[in-house]
């Protein structure tokens, strides 16, 4: 199950779309929440937690501006509002592209592409996906530049798959090697696999920019 969530392609003519649950989103620390409200701006990362908050992921294949094959990795939670009974829409946005040069995944984070960072990815003894994010580069206009390792975060990713009860599981979390956790969360999901042709996946989960640089 996990080798066909994740063999969704251009070629495979089909998408991944899963619903679930977080039983729990968590940030760190008190002067964490500055760095994640600014990440909010571009879907990159947000200051709410909470239990029980409803998700879709969105694994959607397409053929990007620059002739990439590429599939979407959008996250949308129903996030707990400031008034109670409320909730306010949160992503997590990312496109990621196979980068020939680099010889690795490239998955760019944010609305606008600022962010790019390669993927290393493992499958562990029990059957379930590890993937590790490894650094991470700028981009905007003429400006491109890597991240020193105390002014970003590495996310660790696993998802398995229960078959006794016929779902997904999915953590993540995102640490600083200084300043140690930042955030993370962890859920359930089901899935279903739309089929996609002609490049015709919905407009919303593009980016608003594409970036050529990897």
Not at 88 to 102: C, G, H, I, L, Q
Not at 164 to 169: L, S, V
Request: hydrophobic share 35%; with cysteine.
């Amino acid at each position: 199950m996990l080798q066909k969530r994740f063999g969704v392609d251009v070629e495979s003519g089909y998408a991944c779309v899963g619903e679930g649950v977080f039983s729990e989103v968590r940030r760190g620390a008190w002067w964490t929440v500055p760095f994640l409200r600014f990440g909010a701006f571009r879907n990159i990362l947000f200051p709410d937690h909470g239990n029980n908050i409803p998700f879709t992921i969105e694994n959607y294949p397409y053929i990007d501006g620059f002739g990439r094959p590429t599939v979407t990795f959008i996250r949308t939670l129903d996030a707990p509002g400031a008034l109670k009974g409320r909730t306010k829409k949160r992503r997590f946005d990312a496109t990621m592209v196979y980068s020939e040069a680099r010889g690795a995944v490239v998955d760019y984070l944010g609305t606008h592409q600022h962010l790019a960072t390669d993927l290393v990815l493992e499958v562990l003894a029990d059957g379930s996906l590890h993937l590790q994010t490894t650094g991470q580069r700028f981009y905007e206009g003429p400006v491109a530049f890597s991240f020193p390792s105390i002014g970003t975060g590495t996310a660790d990713l696993y998802e398995s798959y229960d078959e006794d009860r016929d779902i997904f599981t999915i953590q993540m979390q995102v640490r600083n090697t200084v300043f140690g956790f930042l955030f993370g969360y962890r859920g359930e999901f089901s899935c279903t696999y739309p089929l996609v042709e002609n490049n015709n996946i919905p407009l919303h989960l593009k980016p608003v920019r594409e970036e050529i640089r990897e």
